[in-house]
């Protein structure tokens, strides 16, 4: 699989700025700064713990941030309540770590869900071609009428994308894609994110600690390591740094496992 | 030693005191926001539905069964202090009265809130734990309109109705029990039966009982939607709304009942 390159600095769809959040007293991101350009994909890399979910979450303004700045499409997320909020979340897509799916609903469900509640304006056989579109790309069309409970590891991570994708977004946040899943089924969603990138002409952060998900999917990969970011570059300029941890991390994932 | 010891004892007091009064206020906030939420546009008619379904005609065959023994236990059991004083005559009437004051409206929300809380309780419970309220928050839909709203108005709706329907099939336990032993026919029974019910005893057990039901709902609800992380958070969710559902319903009853009587009759 080709390395993918980065990507010129453009237009800046999110700018976390002296961003601030703990948990009980605990901090667990410490004056965090970090830049996301339009059209790139940003890893966040760091161990389990590192507050990388916690980063994601306050972004999408799923948690509140105790200070420092978050600004999504120049639109700060501190100020946005109601209508404004919804309006700019149907911009976000977000792919869970657990995918999150619906376990009452059938995929079709899962997909229609939002569609029909937020774009009201749709015909029903309009909302049938978007989900049907979604699912061919993530290539789980003969699963639309299955539950969730019927769907193997990878499967659920590609519908928990599909859902993500039917709103149409302008950014995509990955909560671990890859985790927990057999490594040609994590090649499989690594290819998908690049997919996802190219067709849907989304800018996105994909959050994890695997290695080859950060090489195969980042134009740009950011390390995050005791509340801040650490390191930021290329896969090559991150990982020729001599911070232990980061080689650590490297020779974990390159070196112990072969 | 004895200083440090009412010291520690103190701080308990106060730690248990103050979690109990924030926990107070959060409910409050939680059933305000249940309210408004209600009135509210867009309305999820089809989940209130689904719902209205879940919790009425699942709830059916227990209520049916419990309801229908109720009746003839109690009738079996009043019967030898009433042959005592030779009144076994005012069997109907003693019946009716217990079940359509009292017994109906309450059994069946305790069943309501075993089955229906516990099920409310664990599963907004591992909705929360497996994100998909996060899931829906995400996608600009009002989680809290779609699932919390829907299951209240739910619990509200249906215990009133299956509150009839539990009366019903008690009086019918209690007729056949009546009909065999004393050969009363059932034009007799229902004649002597409602004699003693006015307009406001069903009038006021059918407005308690949507209390009830909106008690159960709410806790439920709470208890799930606020569930903690993993799988413990889950079984307590289950568990502590079908506890505080009963304690609630049992405290409204005590307060329902003084009020009736107090200023009603």
């Known amino acids: ?258 | 030693m004895d200083k440090k010891l009412t010291k520690n004892t103190a701080g308990t007091i106060q730690t248990l005191a103050n979690d109990f009064f924030t926990g107070v206020y959060k409910v409050y906030n939680f059933t305000l926001l249940a309210v408004k939420e209600a009135f509210l546009p867009p309305y999820e008619w089809r989940e209130i539905v689904r719902q209205c379904y879940e919790v009425g005609c699942k709830t059916l065959p227990l209520i049916s069964l419990t309801g229908f023994i109720t009746g003839i236990v109690f009738t079996k059991q009043s019967r030898p202090s009433l042959s005592e004083f030779g009144a076994t005559s005012w069997l109907p009437s003693l019946v009716s009265i217990a079940v359509i004051r009292a017994l109906a409206p309450l059994v069946t929300s305790l069943i309501m809130a075993g089955k229906v809380g516990s099920s409310i309780g664990a599963e907004l419970g591992s909705m929360r734990v497996s994100e998909q309220i996060d899931a829906m928050e995400i996608t600009a839909t009002n989680p809290f309109k779609f699932l919390v709203v829907s299951r209240v108005l739910a619990c509200a709706l249906m215990l009133p109705l299956l509150v009839l329907y539990s009366g019903a099939v008690s009086l019918l336990g209690s007729y056949i029990n009546i009909h065999s032993n004393e050969l009363i026919s059932y034009r007799a029974f229902l004649e002597d039966a409602f004699s003693k019910i006015s307009f406001l005893d069903l009038f006021s057990s059918f407005i308690k009982s949507a209390f009830y039901g909106f008690t159960i709902g709410i806790t439920s609800c709470y208890k799930g939607y606020n569930s903690a992380k993993g799988t413990v958070g889950v079984g307590s969710a289950a568990n502590q709304a079908v506890v505080y559902s009963m304690v609630a319903v049992f405290l409204e009853e005590t307060v329902v009942v003084q009020f009736i009587n107090s200023f009603l009759r």
């Open chain 1, 1 to 258: 699989m080709e390395i993918p390159q980065i990507i010129p600095a453009a237009i800046e769809v999110i700018t976390v700025s002296g961003l601030q959040k703990a948990f009980d007293g605990v901090p667990v991101l410490n004056n965090l700064e970090l830049k996301l350009h339009k059209g790139e994909n940003l890893v966040v890399l760091g161990r389990s713990g590192s507050g990388k979910s916690v980063l994601i979450k306050t972004i999408a303004g799923l948690l509140p941030q105790d200070k420092g700045l978050v600004m999504v499409m120049g639109k700060d997320m501190k100020n946005l309540r109601g209508k404004d909020l919804e309006q700019l979340r149907l911009r976000i897509g977000f792919s869970f770590q657990s995918s999150a799916l619906y376990d009452s609903m059938t995929v079709r469900e899962n997909l229609e869900f939002a569609l029909v509640r937020n774009k009201k304006k749709l015909t029903r056989k309009e909302i049938d071609e978007a989900v049907i579109k979604v699912l061919t790309d993530v290539q789980l069309l003969e699963s639309i009428e299955k539950m969730p409970s019927e769907l193997s590891g990878g499967q659920t991570k590609r519908v928990g994308v599909a859902r993500a994708l039917v709103l149409q977004p302008d950014i995509m946040l990955y909560d671990e894609p890859t985790s927990g899943l057999d490594p040609l089924t994590a090649m499989e969603i690594n290819k998908l994110i690049l997919k996802v990138q190219k067709e849907y002409n989304t800018s996105s952060i994909i959050i994890t600690h695997d290695l080859t998900c950060a090489r195969d999917t980042g134009n740009r990969i950011a390390v995050l390591s005791g509340g801040i970011i650490i390191k930021q570059g290329t896969f090559l300029e991150v990982f020729s740094s001599d911070d232990a941890m980061i080689k650590g991390f490297y020779n974990y994932n390159f070196i112990n496992k072969q």
